[in-house]
């Protein structure tokens, strides 16, 4: 019933709407999705104010409940709809997975805002050349540690099977790719887990779908 079901509010060219997005295909979770952000209805509405006070996306409405934080949702999701092979529950095991995750929403994201924000689409305040260079050589240097990691062979970055933290490090590692401007060392075990990846048809859809 279209009622009932997961409302997620934001573009679908969003970094961290497309995690959403990308996890409910992965785990076969309906949903609706309406335009909101940059280039579309504003975040700084009273209407989206009321459910996000820090005007960002995504949100994502499950029946009475308003969430924020893509992190923070992807997780709910996944333990409303017992997504134990992605997101297991031994400590020993989820540790691993939010370690990853952490690492990109911390390290990654500050890397990606010169790199990327600052340097291919030149948005203030993150374009300061500075920022931009600064941005550009750590995007490069976790891009490095991620090759280190992987270089072991092992297919996903928790180990053998995919799991959560593979969403937000997939669309990390496809816009290694696509960001400009500055030379990227060639990364043969980051490039082959790009590959891997895109066996998945939610990632070609959601992540490796030609936006950066
Ligand atoms: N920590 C937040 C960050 C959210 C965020 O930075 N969202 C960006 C898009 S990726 C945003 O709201 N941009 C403003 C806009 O599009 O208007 C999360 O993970 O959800």
């Not at 308003?66 to 017992?82: D, T």
């Not at 996903?156 to 060392?185: H, Q, S, Y």
Request: charged share 25%; net charge neutral; proline share 7%.
């Amino acid at each position: 019933m279209a009622d009932s079901m997961l409302r997620i509010l934001g573009r679908p060219n969003s970094f961290n709407v497309r995690k959403i997005l990308w996890l409910c295909d992965e785990i076969d979770i309906a949903y609706t999705r309406e335009d909101w952000g940059r280039g579309f209805k504003p975040t700084t509405t009273p209407e989206f104010l009321g459910l996000n006070p820090v005007a960002q996306i995504p949100v994502a409405l499950d029946g009475d409940l308003v969430l924020r934080e893509s992190n923070a949702i992807m997780r709910y999701l996944c333990l409303k709809h017992g997504a134990e092979r992605i997101y297991p529950s031994a400590p020993e095991k989820r540790v691993r997975v939010e370690q990853w995750m952490d690492w990109v929403a911390y390290d990654l994201t500050h890397a990606m805002r010169g790199a990327f924000l600052g340097g291919q689409l030149q948005e203030a305040p993150w374009n300061n050349p500075w920022f931009v260079d600064q941005g550009r050589r750590d995007f490069t240097h976790c891009i490095g540690l991620l090759e280190q990691e992987l270089a072991d062979g092992r297919r996903f970055i928790c180990g053998e099977d995919f799991t959560l933290a593979d969403i937000p490090m997939g669309l990390v590692v496809n816009r290694w790719f696509a960001v400009k401007g500055f030379d990227k060392p060639d990364f043969p075990a980051v490039s082959a887990y790009f590959e891997r990846l895109s066996e998945r048809p939610a990632f070609l859809r959601h992540g490796r779908n030609g936006l950066p």
